[in-house]
Nanobody, 116 residues
Framework: QVQLVESGGGLVQPGGSLRLSCAAS????????MSWYRQAPGKERELVAGVTSAGGTTHYADSVKGRFTISRDNAKNTVYLQMNSLKPKDTAVYYC?????????WGQGTQVTVSS
């Protein structure tokens, strides 16, 4: 049974930091591209950051470049999203995604709220 379980969300003040984690099970984690998406109320889900299967290449949405860092630990079947200098516009539900060919899995999401 495939599972992606996100954690680490919460309420943070503008300028603060959070670290999201996504623990994977039920598939060969090291063979999948891992990504973080987010969806704000009334908006479409958007790609935030992604990392290749071996972790050698990352990419980011322009809106988070220089503030967010995606990383993965294939030994722990976990992908992370370090979020610094958070802004109110970063408020959204953040989803973990695993993709390989036609296989695609989603986590249940974790809420991130940036507010004073």
């Amino acid at each position: 049974q495939v599972q992606l379980v996100e954690s680490g969300g919460g309420l943070v003040q503008p300028g603060g930091s959070l670290r999201l984690s996504c623990a994977a099970s039920g598939f060969i984690f090291s063979m999948y591209v891992m990504s973080w998406y987010r969806q704000a109320p009334g908006k479409e889900r958007e790609l935030v950051a992604g990392v290749t299967s071996a972790g050698g290449t990352t990419h980011y949405a322009d809106s988070v470049k220089g503030r967010f860092t995606i990383s993965r630990d294939n030994a722990k079947n976990t992908v992370y999203l370090q979020m610094n200098s958070l802004k109110p516009k970063d408020t959204a539900v953040y989803y973990c995604n695993a993709e390989r060919g036609f296989s695609r899995y989603w986590g249940q999401g974790t809420q991130v709220t940036v507010s004073s």
